[in-house]
């Protein structure tokens, strides 16, 4: 099992999500859940057609990090 990085936004209308290591990723729905889920399916179907398109499927980003600023 392979774990990629996402990050999960919110918007106007609920959440979107996009995964920084596979550019055009996305997806968006009304609910936390929801957005989790599909992300999660658009996942797989991206490297799915990567790996039918010949692609090579790059690795996760191994690490990522908070940095807490003070606000001014």
Same mark, same amino acid.
């Given at each position: 099992?392979?774990?990629? /990085?996402?990050?999960? $936004?919110? /918007?106007?209308?609920?959440?979107?999500?996009? +995964?920084?290591? !596979?550019?055009?990723?996305?997806? *968006? *729905?009304?609910? !936390?859940?929801?957005? %989790? &889920? !599909?992300?999660? #399916?658009?996942?797989?179907?991206?490297?799915?057609?990567? %790996?039918?398109?010949? #692609?090579?499927?790059? #690795?996760?980003?191994?690490? +990522? $990090? &908070?940095? #807490? +600023? /003070?606000?001014?």
């Amino acid at each position: 099992m392979t774990k990629y /990085t996402v990050f999960i $936004e919110p /918007t106007a209308t609920g959440y979107s999500a996009f +995964v920084p290591d !596979l550019p055009g990723c996305v997806a *968006a *729905a009304t609910t !936390l859940e929801e957005t %989790r &889920q !599909l992300i999660k #399916e658009a996942i797989e179907f991206h490297i799915e057609g990567m %790996r039918i398109n010949g #692609e090579m499927v790059p #690795e996760p980003t191994p690490h +990522v $990090e &908070q940095v #807490e +600023v /003070t606000a001014f």
